[in-house]
């Protein structure tokens, strides 16, 4: 979001470049990540079904994957239609980082990096 942003402000096309392409890795790392919750879910709890924070933590995993795949579709339509980005998608990607952020923060709870000390 960064790099959008700047890119934004300053209009310099190298910088949409970058922000466009980096949103791209972010969005096809979704899968492996996903996957390896998903295996992890299986190993380590054979199955079981989920609840509490774990729970939580696979959805706000599963709404961040969209809203990243989201912000990349919307700046890749842009590029196909050589038109400007539109104003609105800056909330989506606010809102996006939100999610992920809280996400990562649950994430460092269900690994014991935010536990009791």
Same mark, same amino acid.
């Given at each position: 979001?960064?790099? %959008?942003?700047?890119? $934004?402000?300053? $209009? !310099?096309? +190298?910088?949409? %470049?970058? &922000?466009?392409?980096?949103?791209?890795? &972010?969005?096809?790392?979704?899968?492996?990540?996903?996957?390896?919750?998903?295996?992890?879910?299986?190993?380590? !709890?054979?199955?079981?079904?989920?609840?509490?924070?774990?729970?939580?933590?696979?959805?706000?995993?599963?709404?961040?994957?969209?809203?990243?795949? !989201?912000?990349?579709?919307?700046?890749?339509?842009?590029?196909?239609? &050589? $038109?400007?980005?539109?104003?609105?998608?800056?909330?989506? $990607?606010?809102?996006?980082?939100?999610?992920?952020?809280?996400?990562?923060?649950?994430?460092?709870? !269900?690994?014991?990096?935010?536990?009791? +000390?």
């Amino acid at each position: 979001m960064a790099f %959008d942003l700047t890119a $934004e402000w300053t $209009e !310099l096309r +190298g910088l949409m %470049d970058a &922000a466009y392409y980096n949103q791209l890795a &972010a969005a096809i790392s979704t899968f492996p990540v996903l996957a390896t919750g998903i295996v992890a879910w299986q190993l380590q !709890l054979e199955g079981q079904k989920l609840k509490g924070t774990l729970l939580l933590h696979l959805v706000l995993a599963c709404i961040s994957s969209a809203m990243i795949w !989201l912000v990349w579709w919307l700046h890749f339509r842009a590029r196909q239609r &050589a $038109e400007a980005l539109s104003v609105y998608r800056l909330g989506i $990607e606010i809102f996006g980082v939100c999610i992920i952020a809280l996400t990562g923060h649950l994430g460092g709870f !269900l690994s014991g990096v935010n536990g009791p +000390g």
